[in-house]
């Protein structure tokens, strides 16, 4: 499989990371954009560096880089995430400007017909956001808001990232084995199965140097 991944200044970035990092790791071939302003945010928000972030990916292509090949229909992928999605991202899209490469290759996976998931990142919503919105689902977008979910008890930010992560592998027909499912009020109550150990862009166990560690911390935020 092969799958185009953008990073825009909305904030989440911390779930975009975590979703290159379980791409990786289901072997998933990615092709990365991380725009202007997601470096800000990738830069408040994770103790990642660009370079870290990058190296979890297969290619990487600049925001500016109009003949990249995600800029085509005729580059075979499997569809795209943009994990965060800026409004101005979403607006860009919907009206088929095409600014950057964002926007170019998303408005290819609308022509195409191929997935295009918006991890849609803003509260709360307008009239213009939700407009936005309405229109690119009839296009045939998946609008993902990062709402967290409860059911499953996450012990942290950490937890609500992967559910997240996960719901977006759904998207794609990805299966991430750290998902904890609904299956049930019965199995709600059972004990969960222990957490696996997580690893940074170098191998090594993340300490707080894992974005979605780092964010446990309340003064993180």
Sequence with gaps: MKLVVAMTGATGAPIGVRLLEALGELGVETHLVVSRWARITLAQETPYTLREVEALASVCHSPDDQGAPVSSGSFRTDGMAVVPCSMKTLASIRTGQGEGLIGRAADVMLKERRR??????????????????????????????????????????????????????????????????????????????????????????????????????????
């Design 116 to 221: 295009l998931v918006l991890v849609a990142r803003e509260t709360p919503l307008s009239a213009v956001h939700l407009e936005n919105m309405l229109d690119l689902t009839r296009m045939g977008a998946v609008i993902m808001p990062p709402v967290p979910a409860f059911y499953n008890q996450p012990d942290g930010i950490a937890d609500i990232v992967e559910h997240l992560v996960v719901r977006v592998l759904d998207q794609f027909g990805l299966e991430l084995p750290t998902a904890r499912r609904w299956q049930g009020f019965k199995a709600a109550t059972a004990p969960r199965p222990a957490r696996r150990d997580r690893h940074g862009p170098t191998g090594e166990p993340c300490r707080p140097a894992s974005p979605v560690a780092r964010l446990e911390h309340p003064t993180a935020l």
